[in-house]
Nanobody
């Protein structure tokens, strides 16, 4: 399995940006997907997750009502649309795949160790 993120960049505070993750080398519909981010000097943290058929999504409190995660099982992609961006949203955004055993998120979906594959990350910078 290979995950490749794209779409990062520089955006002004209050603006919007989407990052995309492309999945190859496996059966995309067999994986729950997550987004994590790492700010400079900080630990990598959970941002959002989506179950296999999109029946369940979950968000970190810091991004709830601003970010939306979605997936297209026909295109093998997962998207994170970010609105009302803040400087504290700055960081490297990572896509991750978690082998699924049901169509619900696992109890550990907020934990990095739950995920089997990771992308290389894409930089998102929000200016003030």
């Amino acid at each position: 399995v290979r995950l490749v993120e794209s779409g990062g960049g520089l955006v002004q505070g209050g603006g919007s940006l989407s990052v995309l993750c492309s999945f190859t080398g496996g059966t995309f519909s067999g994986y729950a997907m997550g987004w994590f981010r790492q700010a400079p000097g900080k630990e990598r943290e959970f941002v959002a997750a989506i179950s296999v058929s999109s029946i369940e999504t979950s968000y970190a409190d810091s991004v709830k009502d601003r970010f939306t995660i979605s997936r297209d099982n026909a295109k093998n992609t997962v998207d994170l649309t970010m609105n009302r961006l803040k400087p504290e949203d700055t960081g490297v955004y990572y896509c991750a795949a978690d082998l699924a055993y049901s169509d619900r998120l696992s109890p550990y979906f907020r934990m990095q160790g739950s995920y089997d594959y990771w992308g290389q990350g894409t930089q998102v910078t929000v200016s003030s």
